[in-house]
């Protein structure tokens, strides 16, 4: 494929493409799995379980704080308690759990090539985030220390909406100020980048092998460039 030459602007999805969680799971860090245990919940009824706990969780999604993010969290964790009776959990254990999922940002991990592409990136291009995520996404940039190098944010959470959703881009584009054809948008899923290219926005699918290995994988898509880190995007920029 041709390099990417008219370029001014890229925005970057967190999970899979900057980050991942070492637990394999955005919804159950380590601690989550000592009582909810990894054999349990991978039981097909109960992974049934935890779609429909995971759409309750998503539904009304516009959020503006931790403390709430935490009770929406809280409330997913003691549903699955209640429908698993047999794990035996308190609500201590569901508080303990919850507090450590909202606000232990250890449960999150750079990529070792992320900081030295935004390095790489900054003050050639705007930097842009276009991210599914909750308001501790503040607080996990800051502790990763690497919020500094994004000139805006779009969040589903400040939209109540989440990609492909038209509106995720357009407010990223709005914000970035530059046309779409001047803009990236790297991400790990297909169909997200599939809709940022709906949108005029070149496409770029992410398949970092670590992330694939925890999350499971996704196949190329036919016409969008792909890389398999994140520093495979300065070879695609012209």
Same mark, same amino acid.
């Given at each position: 494929m041709k390099k990417l030459s008219t370029i001014k602007g890229i925005f970057f999805d967190l999970g899979g493409t900057l980050m991942y969680p070492p637990s394999g799971s955005w919804l159950f860090p380590e601690l989550a799995y000592k009582y909810f245990p990894r054999e349990v919940m991978g039981r097909p009824e109960n992974i049934e379980l935890v779609k429909r706990a995971n759409a309750e969780l998503e539904s009304n999604h516009?959020? /503006?704080?931790?403390?709430?993010?935490h009770g929406r969290f809280a409330r997913f964790y003691g549903a699955l308690a209640g429908s698993l009776p047999e794990l035996g959990l308190t609500d201590r254990d569901i508080r303990e759990i919850t507090d450590d999922k909202v606000y232990n940002m250890s449960n999150f991990r750079i990529f070792d090539d992320t900081v030295e592409t935004l390095e790489a990136l900054r003050g050639r291009y705007?930097?842009?985030?276009? /991210?599914?995520?909750?308001? /501790?996404?503040?607080?996990?940039?800051?502790?990763m220390g690497i919020e500094k190098y994004f000139d805006c944010e779009t969040y589903s959470f400040r939209l109540g909406v989440f990609k492909p959703s038209p509106a995720m881009y357009r407010?990223?584009?709005?914000?970035?100020?530059?046309?779409?054809?001047?803009?990236l948008f790297v991400d790990d899923l297909p169909g997200n980048v599939l809709g940022a290219q709906k949108?005029?926005?070149?496409?770029?699918?992410?398949?970092?092998?670590?992330? *694939?290995?925890? *999350?499971?994988?996704?196949?190329p898509v036919e016409g969008v460039h792909s890389i398999d880190r994140i520093s495979g995007l300065l070879d695609l920029l012209d």
């Open positions: 516009l959020l /503006s704080t931790t403390k709430e993010e705007k930097l842009g985030i276009i /991210s599914d995520n909750w308001p /501790s996404v503040w607080d996990m940039l800051a502790q407010d990223a584009l709005e914000k970035m100020g530059l046309p779409p054809e001047n803009t949108m005029g926005i070149n496409p770029v699918l992410i398949r970092h092998p670590v992330h *694939m290995a925890l *999350m499971g994988g996704t196949q």
